[in-house]
T-cell receptor
Framework: GAGVSQSPSNKVTEKGKDVELRCDPI?????LYWYRQSLGQGLEFLIY????????KSGLPSDRFSAERTGGSVSTLTIQRTQQEDSAVYLC???????????????FGPGTRLTVL | DQQVKQNSPSLSVQEGRISILNCDYT??????FLWYKKYPAEGPTFLIS?????DKNEDGRFTVFLNKSAKHLSLHIVPSQPGDSAVYFC????????????FGEGTQLTVNP
């Protein structure tokens, strides 16, 4: 597809379970980002990948959160031992990356709505 | 520390009139600013951007103005259409990191027919 895709679109889980969220960036985009939007809150940065490396993971809220990116493409965000405060919409974005002459525009996927019961 | 602020949570305008959405920032090192539109249950959609070396960028009905001395930017939509009703987010990026977007809280725009 032409845009960023994310799966699943909705995920309901029980407190304490692990979840994996997937992001497929736009083809050719070397930079990939994860954000989240909790209810009534703004968009909060989580982690940034350039290729398969994560030079900025400072937004991850706890060590229960981790992410990886393989082949410079698909990324997975994993939340272990989910808590109710993890409930949010998790958004993935991609861009051509800072090496591409300043093409900073990030394009977002539709998000995964995570509900932790 | 909210580095990007949108002080108006909502704005209501009549169809055909101008919508002006405002954004203030505190970090003078930001060098690129973007506006996104978000409908419910969808991801943000990129609208328009501006480099810090410019003071205006125009794309169709959308114009973004940047006042660096005041650390203020605004998005003008003329003429406003009912389909423009959405949440608008202002975002900023540090060129040195080329990484995260720092977002404002968003402004809900409602365009009444």
């Amino acid at each position: 597809g032409a845009g960023v895709s994310q799966s699943p679109s909705n995920k309901v889980t029980e407190k304490g379970k692990d979840v994996e969220l997937r992001c497929d960036p736009i083809s050719g985009h070397t930079a990939l980002y994860w954000y989240r939007q909790s209810l009534g809150q703004g968009l909060e940065f989580l982690i940034y990948f350039q290729g398969n490396s994560a030079p900025d993971k400072s937004g991850l809220p706890s060590d229960r959160f981790s992410a990886e990116r393989t082949g410079g493409s698909v990324s997975t965000l994993t939340i272990q031992r989910t808590q109710q405060e993890d409930s949010a919409v998790y958004l993935c974005a991609s861009s051509l990356g800072p090496a591409s002459g300043g093409a900073y525009t990030q394009y977002f996927g539709p998000g995964t709505r995570l509900t932790v019961l | 520390d909210q580095q990007v602020k949108q002080n108006s949570p909502s704005l209501s305008v009549q169809e055909g009139r101008i919508s002006i959405l405002n954004c203030d920032y505190t970090n003078s090192m930001f060098d690129y600013f973007l506006w996104y539109k978000k409908y419910p249950a969808e991801g943000p959609t990129f609208l328009i951007s501006i480099s810090s070396i410019k003071d205006k960028n125009e794309d169709g009905r959308f114009t973004v103005f940047l006042n660096k001395s005041a650390k203020h930017l605004s998005l003008h939509i003329v003429p406003s259409q009912p389909g423009d009703s959405a949440v608008y987010f202002c975002a900023a990026i540090l060129g040195t990191s080329g990484s995260r977007l720092t977002f404002g809280e968003g402004t809900q725009l409602t365009v009444n027919p």
